[in-house]
């Protein structure tokens, strides 16, 4: 198993980063990508990514923070090239719903992020949340540069990821697809294709049933990974095999 997206730089991993690695090789998981979120958060990154050889990185700011980190094309790039386990560029995105940062701000970060990415040729993982129509937009613009796309924790519409679909998108589905509450998402993951398929956990956030309500960690994306192979009605093990697969073809770590 593969946990396309956390932040072992967020309480309670990062003081207890020996365990939780721990219980995530107990559990199988060979990879781990833990997400920048600001320009502080990434100073910690680039140390926890030396900790164990299953773990990389990647440097973004989130949408809620792009008023106060404000990066240049040429920031990000620079410090992607700082160590080869930096693999991808973010998060980062639109976020409508709490508005953190003004939208005028936040679409100009995206466009840099998106930018950096395409010049590295690596991908770029995005948060996108009340904001279907100006994320399309904006990810649209650089449709003949094909940027790599991986929509993060997708709660998205059906016909969001239709669209998304038209640009070449990755999909990871997180342990919100575990809620009872997520019948529209579980549908909607049902017809992605299997080859655009990830999990993630977001831990600590997001906690998959049964620890909903909890605080998540990597070791938690098995009851994701079994939720995801029973919506798309095929055996743990394969659905393993596709989204570890998916996870080295896109991030180019196979």
């Known amino acids: 198993m593969i946990d396309s997206h956390c932040h072992l730089d ?3 991993m990062y003081s207890d980063l020996k365990n939780v690695i721990l219980r995530s090789k107990e ?28 773990i990389y990185g990647t ?15 040429k ?13 991808a560029i ?22 840099h992020h998106i ?13 996108s949340r009340n904001a279907e129509k100006e994320t399309f ?3 649209s613009i650089y449709k003949n540069d094909k940027p790599k796309i991986l929509m993060h924790c997708f709660t998205g519409s059906s016909e969001f990821a239709s669209k998304l679909l038209t640009l070449g998108s990755y999909f990871s589905a997180s342990g919100i697809i575990t809620f009872k509450n997520s019948k529209d998402l579980q549908n909607t993951f049902k017809n992605i294709p299997d080859n655009k398929l990830l999990i993630e956990t977001d831990s600590p956030y997001l906690s998959p049933v ?3 309500g909890k605080k998540n960690e990597p070791s938690f994306i098995k009851y994701t990974l079994a939720k995801l192979a029973e919506i798309k009605d095929c055996e743990v093990d394969n659905i393993k095999k596709i989204t570890n697969n998916n996870f080295n073809k896109l991030f180019n770590t196979i």
């Open 137 to 139: 937009d904006t990810l």
């Open 27 to 54: 559990v199988g998981i060979e990879k781990i990508l833990t997400i920048c979120t600001t320009k502080s958060s990434f100073k910690k990154i680039v140390e926890i990514i030396k900790f164990d050889q299953i």
């Open 10 to 12: 967020h309480e309670p």
């Open 90 to 111: 973010g998060e980062s995105g639109l976020d409508f719903y709490y508005n953190h940062s003004s939208k005028v701000q936040q679409i100009s970060s995206f466009k």
């Open 210 to 212: 049964p620890f909903r």
């Open 115 to 127: 930018e950096a990415s395409i010049e590295l040729n690596i991908p770029i993982i995005v948060h």
């Open 75 to 87: 920031e990000i790039i620079e410090n992607v090239n700082l160590n080869k386990k930096i693999i």
């Open 59 to 73: 440097y973004g700011i989130h949408p809620h923070e792009v008023d106060v980190d404000k990066v240049s094309k």
